[in-house]
């Protein structure tokens, strides 16, 4: 049996160190805005060299944190791609705003100045990308589209830590980037994390305001806000994982160039240099077939994402199918095939023989 994703392998490298990380956060007897905290925003915003990083307590906090920051007019649409995950439509609903899908480019599944210029309007004042299975959309087209019609863009990087183009890493190019620290993620935790980068003082400033009741210091609260905070034992982890998260990406990358260099018969994503191959997903026309040959064969799979947002009861849209062809396309032919740096090289090799004997 090869597993789609096994944590349990990680953790055996990494056992002393997390060990040591608990013991010293028990210690210390501070378990919420104290000194690993500090470290892990330090480190974070160093790795991906930006001033600002503030932890909060998930990516979906870290993308509604940065919608609330932004302080938008409350007619105010933002657009989304049609294929992702939920919250990136959450966060826009939660705090009272439209969602504005958006289809995406067939090769990448990530939204282009394509795809988005239909739906932008004189209500339009932000922009969610969403660098999706790890890839980096075009941020730099869409940045100059974005500052032409002066809206607010936010990379959701929940699936791209550390993922990078010729200018910079994946989440410093708009206002601000977000990240899920879900255990499963490139960089995870062991729990709920996420948080919010960006060199903008202003809105660094009251995305932590606002994830700390507004207070300005102790028992000063200038804005109404809530709880969202990143606790000392998931910072002390990160700062751990942290060190690691290069050389397994590049894990990452070399069993998917290996995918992408010996499956026949399927649709395979192109591996490009800064790729962090969150989920390395084929397509497959008949894919139902496709599924019980895995099973068949106890290859462990998944599918990333099985419904396009449209065609979900919150987001619901009566047309859909027709409004975002491609993004229906990629939902009704992905397979995610297991990806994580541990896999041994004689399992990427039997991933690749199952595959190729469906026929
Ligand atoms: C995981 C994920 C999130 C948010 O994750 P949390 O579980 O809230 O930390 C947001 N966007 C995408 C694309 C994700 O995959």
Known sequence: MIPFFDLKRQYKSLREELNVAQDDVFQSGMFLKSSKTKAFEKSFSEYLNIP???ACASGTDGLELTLRALNLPRDSEVIVPALTWVSDAEAVLNIGL???FADVDPRTGCITTETIKTHLSEKTKALIVVHLYGQMAKMNDLMELADCHHIYVIEDCSHA????????????????GVFSFYPTKNLGAYGDAGAVI???????QQVRLLADHGQVR?????????????????AAFLEVKLKYLDRWNERRRAIATYYTENLKNVWTPSISEGHVVHQYVIR???????????RKHELGYAIHYPAILPSL???????????YPVATDIAQQAISLPIFPELTDSEVENVVKIVNSFI
């Open 313 to 323: 009861e919150p987001f619901f849209e009566e047309n859909w199918k027709s409004s």
């Open 161 to 176: 830590h550390g993922a990078y183009n010729a200018n910079g890493r994946a989440g410093t190019f708009g206002h601000t």
């Open 198 to 204: 960006t060199s903008d003082e202003a809105i660094a």
């Open 218 to 234: 102790r028992d000063q609260h200038k804005i109404s806000g809530s709880t969202s905070r990143i606790d000392e034992l998931q």
């Open 98 to 100: 439209s969602v504005k």
């Open 284 to 294: 497959v026309r008949e894919r139902e077939k496709m599924l019980g040959h895995l």
């Open 52 to 54: 600002h990083c503030i």
